[in-house]
């Protein structure tokens, strides 16, 4: 492990104004969002699909990094060009998913455990062959019913996947997701995040990872979907920064948020207002999934013609979480689209 080159990953990771694109859906997941626009699950689309975010140069200047699925980072574009290089070609870091997925505890149906530990050693030899600088490992918790065995157990598991990571020269995404698809309200989703957090980093410096070469990516402090009462803009920037200022060491260099179920705007609006009304120690920068896809993949609908239509809105999505990594995005932007 050469720290220095960790470090170094990390900061272009969460380079200012950019962010990281979760293009590492599964097989089943994209599935579920084809079928929203009536676009058939096959291998040749999913490649489609991806290649013409990856190819969108007005999107992809507020690319840092693009997590990959275990079936993207071995897809070659149309032309011939492996995806990885086209990521590499817009100036983003290419990264993967290695965790198999969360799976019910034993004797405890309301807590899940993220597997994918086994082998994991020989597979992250082999994708940092195919071209991949950082991973991506995703813990979930339910804020209802918070149980120490699942807390416990995911951060371990998060602890023995980075220091894996950082030994085969891979910036690894630590991601703890505090669940949103409950009613909770937002004191209890600080409160699990929280312990979340404080285990999550204890693990860590068990482990002897080294925070200086990872990213976080925590969700942010939100009332669950199902909640009477919901959150303004400005609750949920400070609320999220207070837990993370109790919980991450500054030695991280930064914090890439994921977006949970946010609607598109809700997410940028919540990132720009943490940037613009508090004084960080790390970065704070955006990992959006379903955040930076929905309206692209709505607009391409597998056809070629829609095309230039899908880059033009992932290039438009792109750039207001550009903004609000600043603290600059304001929704008169988004009006002005």
Avoid at 191 to 214: C, D, H, P, S
Wanted: net charge neutral; proline share 4%.
């Amino acid at each position: 492990m050469n720290l220095a080159e960790l470090n170094a990953i990390a900061l272009r990771m969460v380079a200012k104004g950019r962010g990281i694109l979760a293009a590492d859906e599964s097989i089943g997941t994209i599935q579920k969002r084809f079928d929203k626009i009536g676009v058939e699950n096959t291998e040749a689309n999913r490649r489609d699909y991806r290649e013409l975010l990856f190819r969108c140069a007005e999107g992809m200047q507020h690319v840092s990094g693009v997590i990959l699925y275990d079936e993207t980072i071995r897809q070659k574009a149309a032309d011939g060009t492996p995806l990885v290089k086209l990521i590499e070609a817009a100036g983003a870091v290419p990264g993967i998913k290695v965790d198999k997925g969360a799976q019910k505890m034993a004797l405890d149906p309301d807590q899940t455990v993220t597997e994918g530990l086994d082998g994991l050693r020989d597979r992250l030899v082999e994708y940092h062959k195919l071209g991949a600088r950082f991973a991506k490992w995703r813990a979930t918790y339910n804020p209802t019913k918070p149980s120490w065995n699942s807390i416990n157990a995911n951060a371990h598991a998060l602890a023995r996947y980075a220091a894996l990571c950082q030994e085969n020269g891979i910036v690894p995404i630590v991601e703890p997701e505090v669940l949103m698809d409950y009613d909770n309200d937002i004191d209890a989703c600080a409160n699990v995040t929280e312990w979340v957090l404080k285990e999550v980093f204890q693990e860590l410096y068990y482990a002897q990872v080294k925070l200086e070469g990872i990213v976080l990516k925590p969700n942010m402090i939100v009332p669950g979907m199902k909640a009477a009462k919901q959150a303004s803009v400005e609750e949920v920037a400070d609320r999220t920064i207070e837990v993370l200022k109790r919980c991450v060491p500054s030695a991280v260099p930064g914090i890439a948020f994921l977006s949970g179920g946010q609607s598109d705007e809700d997410a940028t609006a919540h990132l720009s207002a943490m940037n613009a009304r508090h004084k960080l120690p790390w970065y704070l920068t955006f990992s959006y999934g379903r955040a930076l896809q929905a309206a692209p993949q709505k607009a391409w609908s597998g056809k070629v013609a829609n095309v230039a239509a899908a880059q033009k809105a992932f290039a438009h999505r792109a750039r207001m979480n550009g903004l609000a990594a600043t603290g600059a995005w304001n929704t008169s932007l988004e009006k002005a689209a």
